[in-house]
């Protein structure tokens, strides 16, 4: 999973130069349909269709425990069905917001979603590994 450069600032602010980092509480987990970029730009979230970023809660019931740097999520996240088309997706996205706010991460989809209507966007628990989060 890729980082933005927002999220590696603040990481980097605490662990060099002990600036308090409060953890985002819950992450809003969208899609795109376009590739993003280190800045948190380039992202391209379908608009209607009944799509709508997922709250999920940033906890250890959410996520797993880090190991060989490395963690998965240990809950399954599941979108509204759609309603109309939401074209295809190619990356999942995570933010601080339901609507706007900061893109912590990214990650391309191992296999692009062409997601029409009546279509429920789908991750498996374990199906998410967040590593290596430079790679962007």
């Known amino acids: 999973m890729s980082s933005t450069n927002f999220a590696e600032n603040k990481?980097?602010?605490?662990?060099?130069?002990?600036?308090?980092?409060?953890?985002?509480?819950?992450?809003?987990?969208?899609?795109?349909?376009?590739?993003?970029?280190?800045?948190?730009?380039?992202?391209?979230?379908?608009?209607?269709?009944?799509?709508?970023?997922?709250?999920?809660?940033?906890?250890?019931?959410?996520?797993?425990?880090?190991?060989?740097?490395?963690?998965?999520?240990?809950?399954?996240?599941?979108?509204?069905?759609?309603?109309?088309?939401?074209?295809t997706i190619t990356h999942i996205v995570f933010y601080d917001a339901l609507n706007s706010g900061n893109v912590w991460f990214w990650e391309a989809l191992p296999v692009s979603k062409s997601v029409a209507a009546y279509t429920t966007v789908y991750f498996s628990v374990g199906s998410l590994t967040i590593s290596n989060l430079n790679a962007g």
């Open 11 to 87: 990481i980097l602010d605490q662990l060099f130069g002990a600036t308090a980092l409060t953890p985002v509480a819950n992450y809003f987990v969208g899609l795109s349909t376009s590739t993003p970029n280190e800045t948190g730009g380039g992202i391209t979230e379908p608009s209607s269709g009944a799509y709508a970023r997922v709250q999920i809660a940033n906890n250890k019931t959410t996520f797993g425990t880090a190991s060989a740097g490395a963690l998965t999520n240990a809950i399954a996240i599941s979108f509204a069905e759609s309603t109309a088309s939401w074209g």
